[in-house]
């Protein structure tokens, strides 16, 4: 179980990654006990996710794309979760795989235990965003504007955090990055038709 104590540091540690320092490395529990408890992150997330997906769901309605009788809530929400749960999963297994072939085994724990926690950083613009549409703070068009700004905004991070957790070249540092998004990419799709998007 992950303290606060804990939770506190790995904060510090990602702000100073998302200001490449890369002192920031050591506020975060690099050892094989850290790895496994980084993957407890997920629980913290979760309510990210939740307020994601209810953004979504208003999108759905305020396009008209689904009525809100008729919308599969059952459906829907099981494969949220089931895809919020491989999609956590999908990146560290595969690289597992694909560590000594490309030649990142010994930054392998600490590129995962990193890459986990920063998660949490990166959630936040995330959060807000949808927080103020699901206010009527902002409409559905600048909702899906902020979203995709804070996609590229997230992307340049993890490319951060890759750059430094990895310390291999750029052109592969680039190839892990776009591996994790087309990962989320392809399983959102699934996600989709899993509930009937």
């Known amino acids: 179980m992950i303290s606060k104590v804990e ?3 790995a904060l510090d540690g990602s702000w100073l990654l998302l200001r490449n320092r890369p002192e920031g490395m050591a506020f975060f529990d690099q050892s094989i006990q850290g790895f496994w408890r ?4 997920i629980f913290l997330l979760v309510p990210v996710y939740v307020v994601s997906c209810l953004a979504e769901k208003r999108l759905f309605f305020a396009e008209n794309l689904y009525h809100p009788d ?3 809530n059952g459906s829907y929400w099981f494969a949220q979760f089931l895809g919020m749960g491989v999609d956590w999963l999908a990146l560290p297994l595969l690289l597992a795989l694909l560590a000594a072939p490309i030649g990142i085994s010994n930054r392998y724990v600490s590129f995962i235990v990193v890459r986990n926690w920063t998660s949490l950083l990166a959630s936040v613009p995330y959060l807000f965003t949808y927080i103020l549409f699901l206010l009527d703070v902002i ?3 600048i909702v899906v ?3 995709l700004t804070c996609l590229f905004v997230v992307i340049w991070y993890r490319y951060q955090v890759a750059r430094i957790a990895l310390q291999t070249t750029v052109s592969l540092t ?3 990055v776009v591996l994790d ?3 989320t990419l392809v399983i959102s799709q699934v996600v989709g038709l899993l ?3």
């Open 70 to 72: 008729a919308f599969p």
């Open 139 to 141: 409409s559905p068009g």
């Open 181 to 183: 998004v087309l990962l």
């Open 145 to 147: 504007l902020l979203s």
């Open 38 to 41: 980084s993957f407890s992150v």
């Open 174 to 176: 680039i190839g892990v």
């Open 195 to 197: 509930w009937g998007a």
């Open 7 to 9: 939770i506190r540091a």
